[in-house]
């Protein structure tokens, strides 16, 4: 999983919604929609529950969520680094998670 579906999963649990996490995320519903379930592939879980009243973390969403939120934190941790480390006219370091959780 890279850090920028990390990132849209954890403005779906922000904001409770596919549609405001997908409006927020530059996303259509449906891409992000996708994001979710092949995450949720991935794991083997849901990490969400669908309900007409929006989206609400499962229990083992629940556990997850302190975990993707150090990964995000670390991630521009490093991202800031990165730049603090550039010298003027060096090639750009682009950094991607994968599998992480």
């Known amino acids: 999983m890279d850090s920028r579906t990390l990132r849209n999963l954890m403005r779906i649990v922000q904001t409770g919604s596919l549609s405001a996490a997908a409006e927020h995320s530059c996303l259509t519903v449906q891409a992000l929609a996708a994001q979710l379930n092949k995450v949720e592939e991935q794991f083997g ?9 929006g989206l609400t973390l499962t229990p083992q969403g629940t556990e997850l969520t302190p975990y993707m939120d150090k990964v995000l934190i670390a991630t521009r941790q490093m991202e800031e680094k990165v730049e603090a480390l550039k010298v ?14």
């Open 88 to 101: 003027p006219g060096q090639r750009t370091l682009k950094v991607a998670l994968n599998n992480t959780l």
């Open 45 to 53: 879980f849901r990490l969400f529950r669908r309900s007409n009243k």
